[in-house]
Nanobody, 121 residues
Framework: QVQLVESGGGLVQAGGSLRLSCAASGITFSMNAANWYRQAPGKQRELVAMIQSYGTTHYANSVKDRFTISRDNTENTVYLQMNSLKPEDTAVYYC???????????????WGQGTQVTVSS
């Protein structure tokens, strides 16, 4: 059974940091692309960061230089280190995995349950 489980969300003040984790079972991250998306109330799900199977990373302009996506192949876990958080980063964060590296959410069939990140001003 393929499963992604996110953790690490919470409430943090503006300027603070959080690290999100996405642990996989039934799928190997090193052989797939893994993305972090977020969705704020009333807004569409948007790509935050992507790490391709061979390690290349991509970021949304809004998080570039603040967020870092990484992968631990031994733990089969993808991380999202979020620094200098802003209130506009408040959203539910989801990880997704698939063989095709694409920013389009509908192209991914494997999703985690999401973890809430709330940044207070």
């Amino acid at each position: 059974q393929v499963q992604l489980v996110e953790s690490g969300g919470g409430l943090v003040q503006a300027g603070g940091s959080l690290r999100l984790s996405c642990a996989a079972s039934g799928i190997t991250f090193s052989m797939n692309a893994a993305n972090w998306y977020r969705q704020a109330p009333g807004k569409q799900r948007e790509l935050v960061a992507m790490i391709q199977s061979y390690g290349t990373t991509h970021y949304a302009n809004s998080v570039k230089d603040r967020f870092t996506i990484s992968r631990d192949n031994t733990e089969n876990t993808v991380y999202l280190q979020m620094n200098s958080l802003k209130p506009e980063d408040t959203a539910v964060y989801y990880c997704a995995a698939g063989t095709l590296a694409t920013p389009v959410p509908s192209m991914y069939s494997i999703w985690g349950q999401g973890t809430q990140v709330t940044v207070s001003s």
